[in-house]
């Protein structure tokens, strides 16, 4: 994983159809989505961070810039045998830096159940209700950028 590369691109990258192909497979496929409803109306405007080994996408998330403060992080996917071994929380990490950098100064997210506790690990705190996004249970989480 040390040779795994971090890359901020943008849609019409080369790297944009293998992000686009994890996105499916990790987040929407298991679902029952088709490939076309992983594209979100906001994707050229967003940040696009991809962890990524010679021309292979093993990890992404992305951040849709809502002010001058702050935004969404969304699509946060790595590969299925890559997820525990800490390339997400790297992938976090790195974006949360990027955007310390630009000033934004908060991040807000919606997180599905199961992976609550990987966001809170990284500083996030749940607020709200427990909502439904795409069919499952979700968690609206924030964190402020120190």
């Not at 691109?9 to 990790?26: D, N, S």
Request: proline content about 6%; overall charge neutral.
């Amino acid at each position: 994983m040390s040779d795994t590369a971090l890359s901020f691109i943008q849609p019409g990258h080369a790297l944009y159809e293998g992000e686009l192909e994890l996105r499916f497979r990790v987040l929407r496929e298991p679902l029952g989505y088709t490939r076309a409803q992983v594209v979100f109306p906001f994707e050229a405007d967003s940040f696009h961070l991809v962890a990524h080994q010679g021309g292979t996408v093993l990890g992404c998330v992305l951040f849709n810039p809502e002010d001058a403060h702050g935004g969404r992080l969304f699509q946060m996917a790595v590969a299925p045998h890559l997820q525990g071994q800490g390339l997400g929380a790297r992938l976090v990490r790195s974006l949360e830096e990027e955007l310390r950098r630009r000033g934004f100064t908060h991040v807000h997210l919606h997180a599905r159940a199961p992976v609550v506790p990987f966001y809170e690990r990284l500083g996030y705190a749940v607020h709200g209700e427990p909502f439904s996004e795409v069919g499952i249970p979700h968690r609206h989480m924030r964190k402020t950028l120190a």
